[in-house]
């Protein structure tokens, strides 16, 4: 391909994490930027995920610089489990699985850790039980006893180009921040932790900003960052 707008397709595959949450299939379309000048093949690359709210953020983040070449996005749901362990192998693991549950030759996959430094990182990894079963408030109480309020997101991706023999590669972001009690924006609802989470520097938690400015910040934004720039590399002549 010589055309420095040639397309990389992303399918993202939404998957239900949990099996007592059958999610309807859903398919999206969207873009993701890369450097114009770069000259790509067509590849197709699968996003798995059961997050919707992943999703919409991803796409957002690629989407948000129209001066760069767009890829197209795609979704679909199916079943991956929740594995436990350091977040590099517990997203490569999830991207090996991937692999193999969809077939499809380049696939990346997604882990989102919220660390709390007085915990060492916990609970990192297993945030989405935390949260699930303590929500905002619980996640408060965790830190009462500690003066440290200061916290991490992680968010790291796994890309497999499905050759045999390969790896999947990681790519990880991490935005620092503390933990407060939950403050929402008034429009719409709010994605998981987001109410407690307050980045450093700002005096909005990740709920009240609007969108463009979590993502221009964001874990996942400097996370996909790297994965787009290692994409384009791959992908270039
Ligand atoms: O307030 C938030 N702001 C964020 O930016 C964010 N990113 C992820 N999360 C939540 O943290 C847990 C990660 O678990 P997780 O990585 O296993 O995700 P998941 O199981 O929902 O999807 P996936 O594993 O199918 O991709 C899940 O509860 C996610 O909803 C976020 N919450
Ligand atoms: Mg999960």
Request: hydrophobic letters at 35%; a neutral charge.
């Amino acid at each position: 391909m010589t055309s420095p707008r040639s397309q990389v397709l992303l399918s993202t595959c939404f998957v239900s994490s949990f099996t007592s949450k059958v999610l309807t299939p859903k398919y999206l379309s969207s873009t993701i930027p890369c450097p114009s000048s770069a000259r790509m093949s067509v590849p197709a690359v699968t996003f798995v995920t059961g997050n919707k709210n992943k999703l919409r953020e991803v796409s957002q983040i690629l989407n948000a610089d129209s001066s760069q070449t767009p890829f197209t996005i795609t979704s679909q749901k199916v079943d991956l489990p929740e594995l436990q362990g350091d977040p590099d192998d517990i997203v490569r693991e999830k991207c090996r699985i991937a692999v193999g549950e969809r077939s499809r030759a380049l696939t990346l996959v997604e882990d989102t850790c919220l660390c709390f430094n007085a915990l060492k990182g916990l609970p990192g990894p297993y945030i989405k039980w935390f949260w699930d079963r303590l929500g905002h408030d619980g996640l408060n109480q965790m830190l009462a006893g500690f003066d440290d309020k200061s916290a991490y997101a992680l968010c790291t991706f796994a890309y497999s180009s499905g050759k045999a023999g390969t790896e999947p590669i990681v790519f990880s972001g991490a935005t620092e921040g503390k933990i407060v009690p939950p403050r929402h924006s008034p429009n719409g609802k709010a994605f998981g932790w987001d109410p407690i989470f307050e980045p450093a520097g700002f005096d909005q938690t990740f709920a009240e900003m609007d969108k463009e400015t979590k993502n221009s910040i964001s874990h996942r934004f400097k996370a996909l960052a790297k994965v787009r720039e290692h994409l384009t590399k791959e992908f270039s002549d």
